[in-house]
């Protein structure tokens, strides 16, 4: 077999598998922890130290960025088909 070829192969195969891979992710598991607030969904002020709702967050999740973009095309596809 031609090495360039099989180069090429593996160069396509590679980045392909991994954006399955987080399709996948974003499929199983929508959200993710909220890094800002660690997953509680509160933070403390900083001069009062008092707990505060999370503005970033939903009670600690947010919803994955590939999730985020899979919504907005299937809700561009509904209202296309309506
Ligand atoms: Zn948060």
């Not at 890094?35 to 933070?43: E, F, K, L, S």
């Not at 939903?58 to 596809?77: I, P, S, W």
Request: include cysteine; charge should be positive; proline fraction near 6%.
């Amino acid at each position: 077999m031609n090495p360039h070829l099989t180069a090429a192969i593996v160069l396509a195969t590679i980045p392909a598998l991994i954006t399955l891979g987080y399709a996948v992710l974003c499929w199983v598991k929508p959200v993710k922890p909220c890094q800002r607030c660690a997953g509680t969904g509160h933070i403390t002020t900083r001069v009062l130290r008092r707990p505060r709702a999370c503005r970033r967050c939903d009670r600690g999740h947010r919803l994955r960025t590939g999730r985020r973009v899979a919504n907005y095309f299937r809700r561009l596809r509904t209202e296309a088909h309506q």
